[in-house]
């Protein structure tokens, strides 16, 4: 699916092969887990669409060495995403029932070196800042200034922004050596909001 959409990206294409998505994937869709559609997760949540998904780990540019923070864990298959790239994951979600169900999936599926919090993501995670990498996985109104804070000098945020139900654009953010904020629109696209608690 996503080759279709011109995805060339070798280690892209090695993870996205290697991450059994189905197992994230509630029993009533998981006939659906390898087609071109986003899938319900339960709670009014959803698992984006499979090119989405890998074209927001390619923008991350990550290493193996690099530190990468998710906004939006909902079903941890993101975080599996990512965690084939790097040990160093972070993801913070904000409804408990999922965050308790991806835990157990993840550990299940041989990811228990994720960390995850059950928590508002707006706030980023602090302690572990800063980070080489931040995804955001519901859409903002605007861009949450801790996330740009927690974000490691040359560091790439990726993150939808725009209104709750109107038109909303992927935003890749680059932290530049002086400190200043480069943001680039990639390309318009169709989110759950990000909630406040
Ligand atoms: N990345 C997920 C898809 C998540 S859908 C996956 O691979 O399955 C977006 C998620 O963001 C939802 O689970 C929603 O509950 C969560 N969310 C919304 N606002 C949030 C916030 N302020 N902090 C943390 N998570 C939030």
Redesign the pocket.
Known sequence: VIRGYGMKDPEILRVIEKVPRHR?VPEENRKYSYHDTPLG?G?G????QPFIVAEMTRQLQLTPTSKVL?????????AAVLAEITPHVYS????EP?HERAKQILAESGYQRINLRHG???HGWPETAPFDGIIV??AAGHIPPPLIDQLAIGGRMIIPVGKRFGTQFLILVTKNHDQTITSRNLMAVRF?P???K
């Open positions: 994230f997760i709670y949540q959803t698992i984006s998710e906004i939006g864990t909902g079903s941890g298959y993101q913070i979600e904000i409804i999922l508002d993501g707006y996985t519901c759950v990000l909630v406040r």
